[in-house]
T-cell receptor, first 115, second 108 residues
Framework: DTAVSQTPKYLVTQMGNDKSIKCEQN?????MYWYKQDSKKFLKIMFS???????INETVPNRFSPKSPDKAHLNLHINSLELGDSAVYFC??????????????FGPGTRLTVL | GIQVEQSPPDLILQEGANSTLRCNFS?????LQWFHQNPWGQLINLFY???GTKQNGRLSATTVATERYSLLYISSSQTTDSGVYFC??????????FGTGTRLKVLA
Protein backbone atom coordinates (compact mmCIF):
# COMPACT_ATOMS: atom_id res chain seq x y z
CA ASP A 1 0.00 0.00 0.00
CA THR A 2 1.72 3.18 -1.22
CA ALA A 3 1.76 5.92 1.43
CA VAL A 4 2.21 8.90 -0.89
CA SER A 5 1.44 8.38 -4.55
CA GLN A 6 1.78 10.68 -7.53
CA THR A 7 0.43 10.44 -11.05
CA PRO A 8 1.72 10.47 -13.63
CA LYS A 9 5.28 9.30 -13.05
CA TYR A 10 6.45 10.80 -16.34
CA LEU A 11 4.94 13.70 -18.24
CA VAL A 12 6.22 14.93 -21.61
CA THR A 13 4.45 17.87 -23.15
CA GLN A 14 4.83 20.85 -25.45
CA MET A 15 5.47 24.44 -24.43
CA GLY A 16 2.28 26.37 -23.84
CA ASN A 17 0.22 23.39 -22.74
CA ASP A 18 -1.59 23.08 -19.42
CA LYS A 19 -1.01 19.99 -17.28
CA SER A 20 -1.82 18.62 -13.85
CA ILE A 21 0.00 16.33 -11.45
CA LYS A 22 -2.00 14.50 -8.82
CA CYS A 23 -0.93 13.50 -5.33
CA GLU A 24 -2.67 11.34 -2.76
CA GLN A 25 -1.62 10.24 0.71
CA ASN A 26 -3.23 7.46 2.77
CA UNK A 27 -1.36 8.22 6.01
CA UNK A 28 -4.09 10.39 7.51
CA UNK A 29 -1.72 13.35 7.60
CA UNK A 30 -2.92 16.93 7.88
CA UNK A 31 -0.25 18.64 5.75
CA MET A 32 0.87 18.13 2.17
CA TYR A 33 3.66 19.76 0.15
CA TRP A 34 4.92 20.27 -3.37
CA TYR A 35 8.64 20.48 -4.11
CA LYS A 36 10.55 21.11 -7.31
CA GLN A 37 13.92 19.48 -8.04
CA ASP A 38 15.78 20.93 -10.99
CA SER A 39 18.31 19.27 -13.26
CA LYS A 40 21.14 20.11 -10.85
CA LYS A 41 19.28 18.31 -8.05
CA PHE A 42 18.51 21.54 -6.23
CA LEU A 43 15.34 21.15 -4.12
CA LYS A 44 12.90 23.94 -3.45
CA ILE A 45 9.61 24.00 -1.64
CA MET A 46 6.74 25.41 -3.65
CA PHE A 47 3.56 25.07 -1.56
CA SER A 48 2.17 23.47 1.53
CA UNK A 49 -1.41 22.91 2.60
CA UNK A 50 -2.68 22.09 6.07
CA UNK A 51 -6.24 20.74 6.16
CA UNK A 52 -6.93 22.37 2.79
CA UNK A 53 -5.51 25.72 3.95
CA UNK A 54 -2.54 27.16 2.04
CA UNK A 55 0.25 27.84 4.56
CA ILE A 56 3.41 28.06 2.44
CA ASN A 57 3.35 29.78 -0.91
CA GLU A 58 6.90 30.42 -2.07
CA THR A 59 7.89 32.68 -4.91
CA VAL A 60 6.48 30.59 -7.69
CA PRO A 61 5.04 31.87 -10.98
CA ASN A 62 1.27 32.20 -10.76
CA ARG A 63 1.05 29.73 -13.64
CA PHE A 64 1.39 27.14 -10.85
CA SER A 65 -1.76 26.60 -8.86
CA PRO A 66 -2.18 24.00 -6.14
CA LYS A 67 -5.59 22.58 -5.41
CA SER A 68 -6.55 20.58 -2.34
CA PRO A 69 -10.02 19.03 -2.64
CA ASP A 70 -9.55 17.30 0.73
CA LYS A 71 -6.68 16.75 3.13
CA ALA A 72 -5.65 13.50 1.44
CA HIS A 73 -5.13 15.10 -1.97
CA LEU A 74 -3.00 17.94 -3.26
CA ASN A 75 -2.88 18.48 -6.99
CA LEU A 76 -0.60 20.79 -8.93
CA HIS A 77 -1.90 22.50 -12.03
CA ILE A 78 0.52 24.25 -14.36
CA ASN A 79 -0.65 26.64 -17.07
CA SER A 80 1.26 27.72 -20.17
CA LEU A 81 4.19 25.39 -19.59
CA GLU A 82 7.69 26.75 -20.25
CA LEU A 83 11.00 25.01 -20.89
CA GLY A 84 12.20 26.04 -17.44
CA ASP A 85 9.39 24.10 -15.81
CA SER A 86 11.14 20.86 -16.74
CA ALA A 87 12.03 19.23 -13.42
CA VAL A 88 11.05 16.47 -11.03
CA TYR A 89 8.13 17.44 -8.83
CA PHE A 90 7.77 15.74 -5.47
CA CYS A 91 4.73 15.61 -3.29
CA UNK A 92 5.10 14.97 0.44
CA UNK A 93 2.97 14.79 3.54
CA UNK A 94 3.45 15.16 7.28
CA UNK A 95 1.25 14.64 10.29
CA UNK A 96 1.27 18.19 11.60
CA UNK A 97 1.76 21.64 10.09
CA UNK A 98 5.30 22.42 11.20
CA UNK A 99 7.54 21.80 8.21
CA UNK A 100 10.68 22.30 10.27
CA UNK A 101 10.03 19.56 12.81
CA UNK A 102 7.67 17.04 11.26
CA UNK A 103 8.82 13.91 9.49
CA UNK A 104 7.87 14.22 5.85
CA UNK A 105 6.96 11.27 3.64
CA PHE A 106 7.66 11.75 -0.03
CA GLY A 107 6.03 10.46 -3.17
CA PRO A 108 8.12 8.91 -5.94
CA GLY A 109 8.23 12.10 -7.99
CA THR A 110 6.87 13.14 -11.37
CA ARG A 111 9.42 13.89 -14.07
CA LEU A 112 8.06 16.71 -16.24
CA THR A 113 9.74 17.38 -19.56
CA VAL A 114 8.65 20.40 -21.58
CA LEU A 115 9.66 20.35 -25.25
CA GLY B 1 18.59 35.45 2.18
CA ILE B 2 20.15 32.60 4.07
CA GLN B 3 22.79 30.48 2.32
CA VAL B 4 22.98 26.75 3.01
CA GLU B 5 26.16 25.14 1.75
CA GLN B 6 27.06 21.48 2.01
CA SER B 7 30.46 19.90 1.75
CA PRO B 8 31.97 18.01 0.17
CA PRO B 9 29.86 18.23 -2.98
CA ASP B 10 30.95 14.73 -4.02
CA LEU B 11 32.34 11.83 -2.04
CA ILE B 12 33.42 8.35 -3.06
CA LEU B 13 34.04 5.71 -0.39
CA GLN B 14 34.88 2.06 -0.18
CA GLU B 15 32.33 -0.05 1.59
CA GLY B 16 33.05 -0.12 5.31
CA ALA B 17 34.58 3.35 5.47
CA ASN B 18 33.30 6.17 7.67
CA SER B 19 32.40 9.64 6.46
CA THR B 20 31.33 13.06 7.69
CA LEU B 21 29.09 15.36 5.71
CA ARG B 22 28.79 19.01 6.63
CA CYS B 23 26.00 21.58 6.35
CA ASN B 24 26.83 25.25 6.96
CA PHE B 25 24.17 27.93 7.17
CA SER B 26 24.74 31.65 7.09
CA UNK B 27 22.10 32.79 9.58
CA UNK B 28 20.30 31.49 12.65
CA UNK B 29 17.65 28.86 12.06
CA UNK B 30 14.74 27.46 14.01
CA UNK B 31 15.10 23.89 12.84
CA LEU B 32 17.26 21.61 10.73
CA GLN B 33 16.63 18.27 9.06
CA TRP B 34 18.69 15.80 7.05
CA PHE B 35 17.39 13.86 4.03
CA HIS B 36 18.69 11.06 1.82
CA GLN B 37 17.76 10.71 -1.83
CA ASN B 38 18.64 7.26 -3.16
CA PRO B 39 19.91 6.70 -6.73
CA TRP B 40 16.32 5.99 -7.86
CA GLY B 41 15.16 9.37 -6.64
CA GLN B 42 13.28 8.40 -3.49
CA LEU B 43 13.59 10.96 -0.69
CA ILE B 44 13.71 9.89 2.95
CA ASN B 45 13.64 12.14 5.99
CA LEU B 46 16.59 11.02 8.20
CA PHE B 47 16.79 13.35 11.17
CA TYR B 48 15.17 16.32 12.78
CA UNK B 49 18.15 17.85 14.62
CA UNK B 50 17.88 21.55 15.57
CA UNK B 51 20.64 21.12 18.15
CA GLY B 52 22.58 18.39 19.91
CA THR B 53 23.23 14.88 18.67
CA LYS B 54 21.00 12.05 17.52
CA GLN B 55 21.79 8.53 16.39
CA ASN B 56 19.89 6.10 14.23
CA GLY B 57 21.78 2.91 13.54
CA ARG B 58 24.95 3.66 11.58
CA LEU B 59 23.92 7.26 11.06
CA SER B 60 24.25 10.07 13.54
CA ALA B 61 23.89 13.81 13.31
CA THR B 62 25.14 16.73 15.34
CA THR B 63 24.02 20.34 15.08
CA VAL B 64 25.85 23.24 16.70
CA ALA B 65 23.32 25.98 16.14
CA THR B 66 25.43 28.73 17.72
CA GLU B 67 28.19 28.03 15.19
CA ARG B 68 25.74 27.50 12.32
CA TYR B 69 26.64 24.04 11.17
CA SER B 70 25.44 20.47 11.27
CA LEU B 71 27.31 17.23 10.64
CA LEU B 72 26.01 13.90 9.41
CA TYR B 73 28.17 10.88 10.24
CA ILE B 74 27.92 7.64 8.34
CA SER B 75 29.80 4.73 9.86
CA SER B 76 30.65 1.43 8.18
CA SER B 77 29.17 2.67 4.93
CA GLN B 78 27.24 0.29 2.68
CA THR B 79 26.41 0.51 -1.00
CA THR B 80 22.82 1.26 -0.03
CA ASP B 81 24.04 4.54 1.52
CA SER B 82 24.77 5.87 -1.96
CA GLY B 83 22.76 8.82 -3.16
CA VAL B 84 22.49 12.49 -2.34
CA TYR B 85 22.28 13.84 1.19
CA PHE B 86 20.52 17.14 1.81
CA CYS B 87 20.17 19.28 4.86
CA UNK B 88 17.24 21.68 5.08
CA UNK B 89 16.79 24.59 7.46
CA UNK B 90 13.86 26.62 8.68
CA UNK B 91 15.16 30.20 8.96
CA UNK B 92 11.76 31.61 9.85
CA UNK B 93 8.14 30.65 10.16
CA UNK B 94 6.99 28.86 7.02
CA UNK B 95 10.38 29.29 5.36
CA UNK B 96 12.29 26.19 4.31
CA UNK B 97 15.61 26.10 2.45
CA PHE B 98 17.50 23.06 1.23
CA GLY B 99 21.27 22.83 1.09
CA THR B 100 23.26 22.22 -2.05
CA GLY B 101 23.60 18.48 -1.37
CA THR B 102 26.45 15.97 -1.05
CA ARG B 103 26.52 13.21 -3.62
CA LEU B 104 27.86 10.00 -2.03
CA LYS B 105 28.93 6.89 -3.88
CA VAL B 106 29.89 3.80 -1.90
CA LEU B 107 31.87 1.22 -3.84
CA ALA B 108 31.60 -2.51 -3.12
Amino acid sequence: DTAVSQTPKYLVTQMGNDKSIKCEQNLGHDTMYWYKQDSKKFLKIMFSYNNKELIINETVPNRFSPKSPDKAHLNLHINSLELGDSAVYFCASSQFRDIGTDTQYFGPGTRLTVL
Amino acid sequence: GIQVEQSPPDLILQEGANSTLRCNFSDSVNNLQWFHQNPWGQLINLFYIPSGTKQNGRLSATTVATERYSLLYISSSQTTDSGVYFCAVEPGTYKYIFGTGTRLKVLA
